[in-house]
């Protein structure tokens, strides 16, 4: 895939939060990630998107230190022991596969955030509102909190991740598809929260998503993913990209979702 | 029923045995892996076999052994081949069962009443090493599982997620699965291979009921463990049957109990469903 549309990155400054350089994963013998190249500054709200199959899951095991590389580096502040940067790391899975016999509370889940060495199972209720009252109020999560987490709608599971990922207070926050299986209105509302939270923190955030409508509004960057980082630059130059069509198939139209951009 | 030697150890091997096997089910339910347990009980008949075959009077160590044994098999093929997770369980059932029976048939005569009491259960058959063995590995599980409970519920709920709180995901998979095979293992004795699996499972399950969250439902699933093992116990003496049978029955009774009870107070707070449709 030729590079039709790489702008002028602003200066990722002398450490860069992510920097990614010649990545390379093979699944038997297939090449999921070719050669990937990336650097993601600090305190930025990045997107990095692509069609099903592009290795937008792959390249996030990466940096989460799940999947290693063939070949190739991850750095996430400046350090490639990964495992030594996980503690700056908020991550937002999907959804969590509970089986709904496990009754996870969403008080207990939190609490498992609070702190390692201390074990939810003897907390108080008073010690864990005491712990979570902050976030809980950012965030919006109290009137969930004795709720079990397998009864939570869509939207409101984000906002438990998100409340989670908070209590350690990250210096990235990595989402993953973040709005799937959210309706509309809770996409919305959900993205709010993200620009609040970065407003208020400050931290570097990335937002994988094969949703291209989303990065109009919320991402300053985007990474366009398909094998290789095949087109990056601000939102309205990565959409009118002809590599990003045909990474995508001719249909794509992102204005018909989104008609102001910020 | 309290005078005799035999009642008391087996009561206090059910006191060890059953919470534990009804706390580590709080876990094993909730991480889909009923059918393990119920494999690595399977596995045991081969471990019993392979003990009488040679002339072994402690079959403890063979049934553990196997246990174990089956246990890597079923992670490494995992880890190793493309099958379904039940897929690589059916297989290693079958496996084991067949070994088991055929190591059997080698055997000359004289061991079927050891078989049908590692099969079904037998109070008789515990003896004062089995209470303590019980005891040591009740302190040790049960204290680990307490210690490690932040860990175990957040790997439960999110392997990946673990991983990035810090949390060594394989090497604590690895222990849960030990002290999953050995809990199982010892408790065969009392249990049965065939109802082992049915204090693993039902003790969360009934708990789940009548809980509203994590906390409450491995605090009941202990006191139904407890309540189900002593009373399966106290029936097995009373109706001189395999104690493995009465345990799972009195289990299963609370069970219901709990449903009942659910369903009564689902009714009478209807608009506020414990879970949606």
């Excluded at chain 2, 049960?142 to 210690?147: G, I, L, P, Q, R």
Aim: proline content about 4%; glycine content about 8%.
């Amino acid at each position: 895939m030729t590079c039709e549309c790489h702008s002028h990155n602003p200066d990722p400054g002398p450490v860069p939060a992510i920097e990614v350089s010649g990545l390379k994963v093979s699944f038997g013998g297939q090449p999921v990630l070719k050669g990937v190249n990336m650097k993601v500054p600090k305190g930025s709200v990045v997107a990095l998107i692509g069609p099903n199959g592009s290795g937008k899951t792959t390249l996030l095991r990466c940096l989460l230190g799940l999947q290693e590389p063939a070949q190739g580096q991850v750095k996430i502040f400046g350090e490639s022991n990964l495992q030594r940067v996980m503690p700056r790391i908020g991550y937002v899975p999907q959804k969590l596969a509970l089986e709904r016999s496990f009754i996870l509370s969403v008080r207990e889940f939190l609490s498992l955030r609070l702190s390692q060495s201390r074990n939810w199972f003897w907390h108080s209720r008073k010690w864990s509102d005491d712990a979570l009252r902050s976030t809980m109020a950012e965030i919006g999560v109290e009137p969930l909190l004795d709720r079990p987490i397998a009864a939570l709608s869509g939207g409101q599971l984000q906002r438990v991740l998100i409340a989670f990922s908070l209590l350690k207070a990250p210096d990235l926050l990595l989402l993953d598809e973040p709005t799937a299986g959210v309706d509309s209105p809770g996409e919305d509302t959900f993205y709010d929260l993200i620009t609040k939270v970065h407003k208020h923190h400050g931290m570097t955030v990335v937002l994988v998503s094969h949703d291209l409508s989303m990065v109009y509004r919320h991402a300053s960057w985007v990474y366009a993913l398909n094998g290789t980082i095949c087109c990056e630059g601000s939102p309205e130059e990565v959409m009118n990209a002809e590599s990003l069509k045909q990474a995508y198939g001719i249909h794509v139209s992102p204005y018909q979702h989104h008609h102001h951009v910020h | 029923m309290f005078t005799e030697a035999f009642m008391i150890r087996a009561f206090l091997a059910a006191l060890f045995l059953c919470p534990l096997c009804a706390l580590l089910g709080v876990f094993v339910t909730a991480r889909r892996m009923s059918f393990f347990s119920e494999t690595i009980a399977h596995g045991a008949l081969t471990g019993v076999a392979i003990g009488i075959w040679m002339g072994m009077t402690e079959l403890t160590i063979p049934v553990i052994g196997f246990g174990l044994l089956v246990a890597m098999a079923i992670i490494w093929l995992k880890e190793n081949t493309e099958l379904m997770t039940d897929t690589i369980m059916a297989l290693l059932l079958a496996g084991s069962i067949s070994l088991g029976i055929f190591i059997l048939s080698l055997v000359k005569g004289g061991y079927l009443g050891q078989v049908h009491s590692y099969l079904f259960g037998d109070i008789l058959a515990v003896e004062d090493r089995d209470v303590v063995v019980s005891g040591i590995l009740f302190a040790v599980v049960a204290v680990s599982v307490f210690m490690n409970l932040n860990v175990l519920t957040l790997i439960s709920a999110h392997e990946d997620l673990a991983h990035v709180c810090g949390v060594n995901v394989r090497r604590v998979n690895y222990l849960f699965v030990l002290a999953l095979t050995v809990t199982v293992a010892v408790s065969i004795q009392l249990l049965g291979i065939m109802l082992v699996t049915s204090l693993v499972v039902i003790p969360p399950a009934a708990a789940r009921n009548v809980s509203c969250n994590l906390r409450q439902q491995i605090v009941y699933s202990l006191l139904i463990g407890v309540i189900g093992g002593l009373g399966g116990i106290a029936l097995s003496y009373h109706f001189n049957a395999p104690c493995g049978a009465t345990i799972a029955m009195s289990c299963i009774s609370l069970f219901l109990l709990t449903l009942v009870i659910r369903l009564f107070t689902r009714k009478r707070n209807a608009n506020q469903p414990l879970l949606p449709s």
